[in-house]
Nanobody
Framework: QVQLVESGGGLVQPGGSLRLSCAAS??????????IAWFRQAPGKEREGVSC????????YYADSVKGRFTVSRDNAKNTVYLQMISLKPEDTAIYYC?????????????????WGQGTQVAVSS
């Protein structure tokens, strides 16, 4: 089965940090061919895009809500994309998903992505 697999979520105190990972299962996540995005969905809210790593050059893009606190990076040798999150806030609490698509530029629109993971829970609480 072709899918993405997220890991690295957990419970952290406000101001803390987490690093999420996104890898592929069932196919090779060729980062020259796939743009990778991170989305999150909090209870009772719509799923929203937070960050993106463009195919080929990995150029990043961030939603205003996470700019300066989240960093997206990738390891081409491992075909893995990471989301480093610092200065976490309670409002960052959500299930985080990674998604892959062939879009040429970064997009935080759900429709741009064909492959999705099952999500990893991030909880920020004291």
């Amino acid at each position: 089965q072709v899918q993405l697999v997220e890991s690295g979520g957990g419970l952290v105190q406000p101001g803390g940090s987490l690093r999420l990972s996104c890898a592929a299962s069932g196919f090779t996540l060729d980062l020259d061919r796939y743009t990778i995005a991170w989305f999150r969905q909090a209870p009772g809210k719509e799923r929203e895009g937070v960050s993106c790593s463009r195919r080929n050059d990995g150029s990043p893009y961030y939603a205003d809500s996470v700019k300066g606190r989240f960093t997206v990076s990738r390891d081409n040798a491992k075909n893995t994309v990471y989301l480093q999150m610092i200065s976490l806030k309670p409002e960052d609490t959500a299930i985080y998903y990674c998604a892959a698509g062939h879009v040429l530029t970064c997009s935080l629109s759900r429709g741009a992505y064909s492959y999705w993971g099952q999500g990893t829970q991030v909880a920020v609480s004291s």
